[in-house]
């Protein structure tokens, strides 16, 4: 079954991020756990790509503006095919293609350079606006974070896209309600602002759809309603946890861009029921 | 060479603009709400469907041009300059200059002369800001016909150009089949005694300048530098052979723009006694263009004193 398949490489996907952070020895982990389950739909079964041609031109496209969760989107362009397993070790080194923060120049599939916050929703517009004017039937994706909507390019972008009713465009806020520090709650926790951004994006004229962004079964509604959306772009509130499927990991705002040890490794590997599985 | 017939930049850009959107299927002309102010209306009232409203919005203007060029089209981005530089840096600099990607950004309202504005409109920093990006051309022409030459040379151009236009009207030096080149200095008037290295709009009050230096006695070489990067690196160390004085001419800041960009190489190929005219390290405000040029050393008798003072001393 599908959604199954779906589940069970997640699982593979998480460990397999991990373990390369582990081997780099740097790179940012809560938020690459929490946009796992988006990245994986929608390379598997959303996006019109070949991963044999990453620049063909009529293939849909996707940015990751919230750019320091590069390595879950290189873990997942690696099981699609886009490039080989053994170069995720290459993450972060001198001359690799994956670089700390993607660069569109040196991968093929990278469809946007991006790491400075705030500016992928703008290229997807013009992605939208290219499209459009070229009568091209390509759809264009772009993963924001709850944080990241702090930057106020984010709502000129949101502003404008509504006003051109770009319908090709889909934006998915990873609302995992965490950030690097943020705010504290009650001297324990850290939160973001805003629970709920729904609102904010009904005033900016887009179509909201909030979700459980690690359940499968929302997430292939979503897109499905997205494509049924015309006349406005549609935005997916994609309601995550921060560190998602390792318990340790969950929700905890010091694992933003924290390197586990071994031991920590292990034990979130034992979780995630990966260990012996083919990777 | 010199013709007395004067243009504004902004009236030959409109009509290359149109006439790009129209012939060019991949041009589009982008706005930040200025389009009455930069004449980029003409593509909106007579080729509407080439023409993205962005609103007041730069940081999203300038992203959505990088979105749009990673399709195959070729957007211009048009606003103040001191508005697009500043703006909209961190845009520019990931999505358009690092992936190399084709956008024209056009900086209207360039430098000193902004129409009664002022500090905040005014652009003394953008040459000194776009040279230092990676993959970023710089152009600043001199009059209209070096402004359509420039326009159609980044058009057939590949990759990231910043062309900086000025608001007022000024002399023709060029005729129409002038041959400009991305890159590419062009002497003026020959000279001896000292060389004045100048770009834009100064340009025009440096011929002038050194017209009333000839009367003085002083034989001024004017060499016009249109492209700040890349930079004709062997026209500067020529004219500096010829003359061992060099003075630089902008419009601009003396901090970071042309005076600097020549400093370095001299610096480093051929140490050369220089004099930076340009706007000194402070800003300016709004006032009538010949009081502001007056006040802050970049009129056609500032530029005479200055030149002969340095002569002089030398």
Excluded at chain 1, 155 to 164: G, N, P, T
Aim: hydrophobic share 40%.
């Amino acid at each position: 079954m599908e959604i199954k398949q779906l589940e069970t490489r997640a699982k593979q996907i998480r460990s397999t991020i991990l373990e390369t952070i582990h081997q780099a020895g740097a790179g940012h982990i809560g938020g690459p756990l929490s946009a796992v389950d988006v990245l994986n739909y929608l390379y598997f079964k959303e996006m019109n790509i070949d991963s044999k041609d990453g620049r063909k031109e009529n293939r849909d496209r996707f940015i990751l503006s919230k750019g320091h969760s590069a390595i879950a989107l290189y873990t997942v362009l690696a099981y699609r095919g886009f490039l080989p397993m053994e170069e995720l070790t290459t993450f972060d080194a001198l001359n690799s293609r994956l670089q700390g923060h993607p660069d569109m120049t040196l991968l093929p599939g990278l469809d946007m350079s991006t790491g400075s916050l705030g500016q992928g929703l703008s290229a997807g517009l013009g992605m939208a606006l290219g499209a459009k004017a070229q009568n091209a039937s390509f759809r264009t994706y772009c993963m924001i974070g709850d944080g990241e909507s702090q930057e106020g390019q984010i709502w000129e972008a949101a502003d404008v896209a509504s006003k051109y009713g770009v319908d090709n465009l889909v934006c998915i806020v990873d609302n995992n309600r965490l950030q690097q520090f943020g705010w504290s709650d009650d001297q324990v926790t850290r939160n973001a602002p805003l629970e709920d951004p729904s609102d904010r994006w009904k005033a900016f004229g887009w179509h909201v759809i909030s979700i459980d962004g690690h359940c499968y079964d929302s997430l292939d509604q979503a897109f499905k309603e997205a494509r049924e959306t015309k006349g406005k772009p549609t935005v997916i509130i994609a309601n995550t946890i921060k560190g998602k499927g390792v318990s340790f990991m969950e929700g905890a705002y010091l694992w933003h861009s924290k390197v586990p040890t071994q031991e920590e490794l292990q034990l979130a590997l034992t979780e995630l029921e990966t260990e012996g599985m083919e990777g | 060479m010199i013709n007395i017939q004067k243009g504004a930049m902004r009236d030959r850009f409109s009509k290359v603009i149109l006439e790009l959107a129209e012939k060019d299927a991949r041009v589009y002309a982008v706005d930040g709400d200025l389009a009455n102010s930069t004449k980029t209306d003409v593509v909106a009232n007579q080729k509407p469907e080439k023409f993205l409203q962005m609103g007041i919005a730069e940081q999203n203007m300038l992203s959505v041009c990088s979105g749009l060029a990673s399709t195959g089209l070729q957007p211009w981005a048009v606003t103040f300059a001191a508005f697009l530089s500043k703006r909209a840096l961190d845009q520019i600099q990931v999505q358009i200059a690092q992936p190399r990607l084709d956008v024209k950004m056009v900086g209207a309202y360039s430098g000193l002369l902004t129409g009664l504005t002022g500090k905040t409109h005014q652009a003394l920093e953008d040459i000194a800001i776009f040279r230092t990006l990676a993959n970023m051309v710089v152009i600043a022409p001199a009059d209209n016909v070096e402004v359509e030459k420039a326009m159609r040379a980044a058009n057939d151009y590949d990759g990231p150009v910043y062309i900086r236009l000025a608001r007022d009207e000024y002399p023709y030096l060029f005729a129409e089949d002038y041959d400009f080149k991305i890159g590419r200095a062009v002497t003026l008037k020959e000279g001896t005694d000292v060389s004045v290295i100048a770009t834009g709009t100064q340009t025009s009050r440096t011929l002038e300048a050194a017209k009333q230096l000839a009367d003085e006695g002083i034989s001024v070489e004017v060499v016009h530098m249109p492209t700040i990067k890349p930079l004709d690196e062997a026209a500067i160390l020529a004219t500096a052979q010829k003359t061992n004085l060099i003075v630089t001419a902008e419009e601009h800041s003396i901090l970071g723009g042309l005076g600097s960009a020549v400093a370095e190489v001299l610096g480093e190929q051929r140490p050369t006694k220089m004099l930076r005219i340009g706007v000194e390290d402070r800003n300016a405000e709004s006032a009538p263009n010949e009081q502001l040029l007056e006040k802050y050393g970049l009129s056609v008798s500032c530029m005479v004193r200055k030149i002969k003072d340095f002569y002089n001393k030398a």
